[in-house]
């Protein structure tokens, strides 16, 4: 017995899903988008052939991160994270708390660009604060590695925090 691709979902998540094809379409054709749509939430099972490329590229440019795509699909599906998406591109955001001062950050965990290099998400800079207001946190945050994102980010807005220097530990004479 075949599966009908739209079972289960309502006309909204096909129109969603309609979105979703939309920008794989002007990903594929390197078009520029001008529409300033609020990113909308999408269920990764929907998105994963369009958001998993994206992820597989930030791993490999990344190396020091510890994940897997994989954990990433299963942190968005177990609730831990959400994927959205816009016309510029797509996020995937999580909640993290300080369990000293039980403060509350929006992390955008992973996001990637429509078109590479054009900071698509500060676009949506209103509705990240509206997202972390709705979602009672006190911060906003972004973490990378790519030094050329310092100036840019100060220049938005954005105040580097913290800056992780990592040591190796050495056994034997060798590291582990």
């Not at 994940?67 to 797509?90: H, I, N």
């Not at 006190?138 to 840019?152: D, N």
Request: aromatic residues 10%; negative net charge; contains cysteine.
């Amino acid at each position: 017995m075949e599966n009908d691709e739209h079972e289960g979902q309502t006309k909204e998540s096909q129109g969603k899903l309609a979105m979703v094809v939309s920008i794989a379409e002007g990903k594929r054709g390197n078009t520029q988008t001008n529409g300033s749509s609020p990113p909308l939430p999408f269920d990764i099972r929907h998105a994963w052939d369009i958001v998993l490329p994206g992820i597989e590229q930030i791993l490999k440019e990344t190396p020091q991160l510890t994940f897997r795509p994989e954990d990433v699909y299963t942190e968005c599906r177990e609730g831990r994270a959400q994927l959205y998406m816009s016309e510029k591109g797509w996020a995937i955001l999580t909640r993290e708390v300080d369990h000293f001062t039980d403060e509350h950050t929006l992390l955008i965990w992973l996001a990637k660009s429509v078109n590479p290099g054009d900071h698509s998400w500060v676009y949506h800079k209103e509705w990240l604060f509206e997202l972390a207001r709705e979602q009672q946190c006190e911060y906003i945050e972004a973490r990378s590695a790519i030094k050329e994102l310092e100036p840019y980010a100060e220049a938005t807005g954005w105040i580097v925090d913290t800056r992780v220097f990592r040591l190796e530990v050495e056994y034997d004479g060798r590291e582990s």
